[in-house]
């Protein structure tokens, strides 16, 4: 189910990103995004109604972590924050 606040791909489902490609845009360490993770969730974040650290929302896909592209996240690259690929 689609988050209504998350950016979508052509089909209209929810773009979920992987640790990596959210340390690259935050500019930070993928081990720093999953140290929060583990944080959110022994404090129960990450949740859309109530954000992780970094304003985070994240979600397990079966075995694999995906964080929801949201346009405050997705906007630092648009800003120019970081250097695209």
């Known amino acids: ?42 404090e129960g974040r990450g949740a859309p109604d109530n954000p992780g650290r970094g304003g985070l929302i994240w979600r397990r896909f079966g075995r694999a972590v995906r964080y929801l592209a949201t346009p405050q996240l997705l906007g630092q690259v648009e800003a120019g924050d970081v250097e695209r690929r």
């Open 1 to 42: 189910m689609p988050h209504k606040e998350g950016m979508t791909n052509g089909n209209g489902k929810s773009l979920w990103l992987k640790d990596d490609e959210v340390a690259r845009i935050l500019r930070l360490n993928p081990g720093t995004i999953r140290n929060w993770r583990m944080h959110d969730a022994r």
